[in-house]
């Protein structure tokens, strides 16, 4: 159980293209939905959380009109990255939990901006 | 501040030896603990967790992690190692009663000889 679907697991776009991730909780209702940013060979770093119906809730230095976040439904929330750049290449990640649950994580998405 | 620590960034160990990986946190409150583990170019799973009760905690895979408050460390250990235990190893810490906001160690990377 508890099985988070990340979509697409890779991605190479030109730049100043807007680029979607999804993420999707198949056997469980995420009540909320987190996205991180993992550069090379280091650790996880929280973008923002998000909770269904409701705004995104945005780390410090983490530009919400850059990294558009929409959580429509309990099992689905997507992350567009609007006018991609270069420095925007990364591997994201996104993870889910029901109420008080550990979170699951999705395989992760590497987007390569060229 | 809320942090983990991770002091070892790489550990190589032979297939069969013992293992330890040192997690260090610093947390205002009662902490949720966490041990993920990566392979390279995917998500995390979740190898155990602490909440409260019985310190030593078992997980998957053979793994098991002991929560020392004075210490104010979670290290993860497994009697012996297999060569499919090579991976990113992330010690995490949420808040008390939730698991929101995760914050993540640095990693250390496990490379396990024949």
């Known amino acids: 159980g508890a099985v988070v679907s990340q979509h697409p697991s890779r991605v190479i776009c030109k730049s100043g293209t807007s680029v979607k991730i999804e993420c999707r909780s198949l056997?469980?209702?995420?009540?909320?939905m987190f996205w991180y940013r993992q550069f090379p060979k280091q650790s996880l770093m929280l973008m923002a959380t998000?909770?269904?119906?409701?705004?995104?809730?945005?780390e410090q230095g983490v530009e919400k009109d850059k990294f558009l976040i929409n959580h429509a439904s309990l099992t689905l929330s997507t992350l567009t990255v609007t006018s991609a750049h270069p420095e925007d290449s990364s591997f994201y990640i996104c993870?889910?939990?029901?109420?008080?649950?550990?979170?699951?994580f999705g395989d992760g998405t590497r987007l390569s901006i060229l | 501040a809320q942090s983990v620590t991770q002091p070892d960034i790489h550990i190589t160990v032979s297939e069969g030896a013992s293992l330890e990986l040192r997690c260090n946190y610093s947390y205002g409150a009662t902490p949720y603990l966490f041990w993920y583990v990566q392979s390279p170019g995917q998500g995390l799973q979740l190898l155990l967790k602490y909440f409260s009760g019985d310190t030593l905690v078992q997980g998957i895979k053979g793994f098991e992690a002991e929560f020392k408050r004075s210490q104010s460390s979670f290290n993860l250990r497994k009697p012996s190692v297999h060569w499919s235990d090579a991976a990113e190893y992330f010690c995490a810490v949420g808040r008390a009663y939730n698991t929101d906001k995760l914050i993540f160690g640095t990693g250390t990377r496990l490379q396990v000889f024949p």
């Open positions: 056997d469980f209702q995420a009540t909320t």
């Open positions: 993870s889910a939990t029901e109420g008080s649950q550990p979170q699951h």
């Open positions: 998000s909770n269904e119906g409701s705004k995104a809730t945005y």
